[in-house]
């Protein structure tokens, strides 16, 4: 959004949650920033400056409050191709990938000049990337610090820092506290077997709507709906090992977030982990901005969010299994599909017992041992061709991927036509304007039947039409 100093003052002196995560404000007096919705007193006009992101108040020498803690603000949603691709960029960085790749590295990946890159994402967030790294990783180790009992080291860790020195050195220049100290001043809570977190989201969000979502589609033994959590299992390929484990999602009875617990064998890769959480639940949602346009649409519920995907290689196979079968049948197929190629996980949940399978696996599976589980060939050879255009690195399913070169790649292989190639872009690469527009759900809803029509007719829900089909689908 456009800093205007006068609109964010305002913002500021309603606590205004449509602003929770836009901006941050800077007091010259203390020194300290705060987000819009910090509960002290507002500051003097005069006194504050408005910044586009955290990394860039600190890299104006502010501090960050104790009591709102902006690590704690929620993200921002753009289909604007020069934001799209800032953020892209950033949530390679929110993965902890920065380690292990160069910035040229991530430019490619997105597929632009690292020139540019620097250029839009300066231009978003008031830093380079690199300087934005660094400030996610030490807001990172703070609130790990806060919320959990994770030793010191782990936390320097598990933040990618390459050394407890450097971060300690680190952290008391930035914040002007050593590690220590601040954990003695918040009083880390919880346990060392569960890490739980708080990540927030701009009201209103239907949670019961967006559980209800999942559980229909939700894998057995991989994910699990009980009552009011969603719970699943997960595989994680870290820079040298790999991490399994479980995670719950529950909303806070108290504040506009949602409730994290993830397994301690979760702790090295804590930032991927929340960043697919964040996705999967859709959590930079605007919902006030995505409302207005669709109009009557979301008039009698606003807080319908696009469910994403925590692992973009589990929802491409869900969406194949799903064609021309009922979302029941697929998810019983599902079931078998990773109770046979998954990994067996311990968990304290006795309904989540497996890993989805990694594509590597698949490609490499026999035909044959994928058709017995009531797979027809021609899905079989589909499933496989994605895995292995995966395991290549010749298509990413992530969020921040290039859409439209990745929905030809995916168009062009056996099997996938538009309805699955755009059910995947809507959730694996959480694209806000992907349309099914031959889904008969879709049809059904806007009494039409033909396809050509339909995409008339959601004309006027650009550029949220991905939205528009979660209404569509509920109606």
Known sequence: MPLDPDTCYRALRSRDTRFDGRFFVAVSSTRIYCRPVCTVRPPKRENCRFYPSAAAAEDAGYRPCLRCRPELAPGNASVDAVQRTAHAAANIIEDQQLEEVSVSA????IGITDRHLRRVFHSEFGVSPVQFAQTQRLLLAKR???DTRLPVTEVAYASGFGSVRRFNHLFRERYRLSPGDLRKRMRACGSQDVLTFELSYRPPYDWPAMLEFLAARAIPGVEQVEGSAYRRTARVKGPKDIHRGWLEVTQSKRKNALRVDLSATLARIV?????????LMDLSCQPEQIAAALGELAAENAGIRLAGAFDGFEVGVRAVLGQQISVAAARTIAGRFAQAFGEPLSTPHAALTHTFPHPAVIAAAALDSIARLGIIATRVCTVQSLARALDDGEISLTPGAEVESTLDKLRALPGIGEWTAQYIAMRSLAWPDAFPHTDLGVMKA?????????????????PWRAYAAMHLWRS
């Open 106 to 109: 991530i430019a490619a990946r």
């Open 446 to 462: 806007l009494n039409e039947r033909n396809p050509a029509r339909v995409v008339a007719a959601a004309e006027r829900w650009r």
């Open 271 to 279: 930032p991927f982990v929340l960043s697919r959480v964040k996705y």
């Open 144 to 146: 790990l610090l806060t």
